[in-house]
């Protein structure tokens, strides 16, 4: 089984900054899209930023220029660092990996969730 795991989030002053990890663990033959989304309430999920297994990144025009996606292929994790934060990014923030487990076939698979809150 694969399991994905999200720390960082918090609650945080608008300018602020938060970085948050996805670890990911199991029968894990190889990693390849990966991505941040986010909900907030009583809205859809929307995707934050995307990484691919050879490092190229795409992000919401919400976000751009404030957050960073990266991942340390090694240790199976992705990172988002978030600076300047606003109210409006409050959410909750969920990993997802495009993931080839060993002797399967490729699936997505999500994290828990991890809040995060941008207030005064």
């Known amino acids: 089984q694969v399991q994905l795991v999200e720390s960082g989030g918090g609650l945080v002053q608008p300018g602020g900054s938060l970085r948050l990890s996805c670890a990911a663990s199991?029968?894990?033959?190889?990693?390849?899209?990966m991505g941040w989304y986010r909900q907030a309430p009583g809205k859809e999920r929307e995707l934050v930023a995307s990484?691919?297994?050879?490092?190229?990144?795409k992000y919401a025009d919400s976000v751009k220029g404030r957050f960073t996606i990266s991942r340390d292929n090694a240790k199976n994790t992705v990172y988002l660092q978030m600076n300047s934060l606003k109210p409006e990014d409050t959410a909750v923030y969920y990993c997802?990996?495009?993931?080839?487990?060993?002797?399967?076939?490729?699936?997505?698979?999500w994290g828990r969730g991890t809040q995060v809150t941008v207030s005064s």
């Open positions: 997802n990996g495009f993931i080839t487990r060993v002797l399967m076939g490729s699936n997505n698979y």
């Open positions: 199991g029968n894990i033959f190889s990693i390849n899209d």
């Open positions: 990484v691919t297994r050879g490092g190229t990144t």
